[in-house]
């Protein structure tokens, strides 16, 4: 039962290149989610697909993009990564959001190590 | 402004010596609150939700409480394997969670 699955696991770019950091999950959930973590600044949240077919930004979006392939999909692009952007990627996934259903759980990913020369 | 603050931030505890985690919030509303735990290099693994002021919940050596104002994470005879960061985070109205930066436990044997 692999749950949410992220790659690359590490990456190391320079100042103005570009990567999209890839996002599966398995469990059939209809929301997913990108987080930074950064030291003394906590989770987050970057963007957010709360279903299939729709995007919402979250507290931190300027300089990404994001593309929900497919129910199982989410994938997160930086444009022209910046320094700034170094820190550690997560992604999660849950039951949705907004519904009755949702108990809070969300099913996070190992983890994406992005530094940026 | 929605806010979360966790406190301390860092705890050293012998194994066996209970302690509490505290939570405290500043939200427009509050549809939960939750309580994850983190190992090192690993992602946030979910422990509890609360809904409302009084509820309870309970797993293993943990406890976690709920008020208007804050919520509690107690650890009862701590071993060794309980440390990790443990990350409060609050779901006002809306579709967003918002996270505390985290209290780092160490439970030394």
């Known amino acids: 039962n692999a749950g949410v699955t992220q790659t690359p696991k590490f990456q190391v770019l320079k100042t103005g290149q570009s990567m999209t950091l890839q996002c599966a999950q398995d469990?059939?959930?209809?929301?997913m989610y990108w987080y930074r973590q950064d030291p003394g600044m906590g989770l987050r949240l970057i963007y957010y697909s709360a279903s299939e077919g729709t995007t919402d930004k979250g507290e931190v979006p300027n300089g990404y993009n994001v593309s929900r392939l497919n129910k199982r999909e989410f994938s997160l692009r930086l444009e022209s990564a910046a320094p700034s952007q170094t820190s550690v990627y997560f992604c999660?996934?849950?039951?949705?959001?907004?519904?009755?259903?949702?108990?809070?759980?969300?099913?996070f990913g190992e983890g994406s190590r992005l530094t940026v020369l | 402004e929605d806010q979360v603050t966790q406190s301390p931030e860092a705890l050293r505890l012998q194994e066996g010596e209970s302690s509490s985690l505290n939570c405290s919030y500043t939200?427009?509303?509050?549809?939960?609150l939750f309580w994850y735990r983190q190992d090192p290099g690993k992602g946030p693994e979910f422990l509890f939700t609360?809904?409302?002021a009084g509820e309870e919940k309970e797993k293993e050596r943990l406890k976690a409480t709920l008020t208007k104002k804050e919520s509690f994470l107690h650890i009862t005879a701590p071993k060794p394997e309980d440390s990790a960061t443990y990350l409060c985070?609050?779901?006002?109205?809306?579709?967003?969670?918002?996270f505390g930066t985290g209290t780092s436990l160490t439970v030394i044997p």
């Open positions: 469990m059939n959930h209809n929301s």
């Open positions: 939200v427009s509303g509050l549809r939960g």
């Open positions: 609360l809904y409302s």
């Open positions: 985070a609050v779901q006002p109205t809306g579709n967003q969670f918002y």
């Open positions: 999660a996934s849950s039951d949705g959001i907004g519904g009755m259903r949702f108990t809070g759980e969300l099913f």
